[in-house]
């Protein structure tokens, strides 16, 4: 059980468009997904919280209106990332968190996301 | 201000036993959590401390030291395939985690 599903997989988009991310837990309900950014050889660098039903938190430094979440459903957030610029290629994570739970995060795949 | 540390790479040989170290400096915790983490995939769960002690599964085991801030991770009967990153991450009194930057291990036949 507590799967989570990112999709696409990789994506590869020119400078200026802009990327939708999907991340969905398939077995279970999550109240709060968390959004984050890694770059090679670095750690998980946490971009966002998002709860289902309101507005997502966003880290310091991250701009909330470059990088839109919607957590629309306790199955789905998804985070898009608007005139994506070559600086924004990167290896986007999402986790989840059971509803009523505050320990373990189950993390998604990931996205890889290539900005030409 | 918040930290994690623990060291940037380790090597180890097939069938050793090797140990990860983890100290932090939190705003408070709620639990410490190690991942293994594969080149260009996702964070996998390994283990879950909240209360001092050592906590065995399988060839992994995690010691947790709150009074000293300090976390181990101990691999046993290392195969090739543990050659990978491990995250430390403990959760704050706000139930976020914060993230060590990891610690890549090398495993040598």
């Known amino acids: 059980g507590a799967v989570v599903s990112q999709h696409p997989s990789w994506v590869i988009c020119k400078s200026g468009t802009s990327v939708k991310i999907e991340c969905r837990s398939l077995d279970f309900q999550a109240t709060t997904m968390f959004w984050y950014r890694q770059f090679p050889k670095q750690s998980l660098m946490l971009m966002a919280t998002s709860n289902e039903g309101s507005k997502a938190t966003y880290e310091q430094g991250v701009e909330k209106d470059k990088f839109l979440i919607n957590h629309a459903s306790l199955t789905l957030s998804t985070l898009t990332v608007t005139s994506a610029h070559p600086e924004d290629s990167s290896f986007y994570i999402c986790?989840?968190?059971?509803?009523?739970?505050?320990?373990?995060?189950?993390f998604g795949p990931g996205t890889r996301l290539t900005v030409t | 201000g918040q930290n994690i540390d623990q060291p940037t790479e380790m090597t180890a040989t097939e069938g050793a036993i090797v140990q990860i170290n983890c100290t932090y400096q939190?705003?408070?915790?709620?639990?410490l959590f190690w991942y293994q983490q594969h080149a260009g995939e996702a964070p996998t769960f390994l283990s879950y401390?909240?209360l001092d002690g050592l906590e065995e599964k399988g060839r992994f085991s995690s010691f947790l030291s709150r009074s000293k801030g300090y976390s181990y991770l101990l691999l046993k009967e290392l195969q090739m395939k543990d050659s990978a990153s491990y995250l430390c991450?403990?959760?704050?009194?706000?139930?976020?985690?914060?993230w060590g930057a990891g610690t890549k291990l090398i495993i040598k036949p």
């Open positions: 986790s989840a968190r059971w509803q009523g739970s505050t320990e373990q995060q189950y």
């Open positions: 939190t705003s408070g915790f709620n639990g």
């Open positions: 991450a403990v959760m704050d009194s706000n139930y976020q985690l914060i």
């Open positions: 401390n909240v």
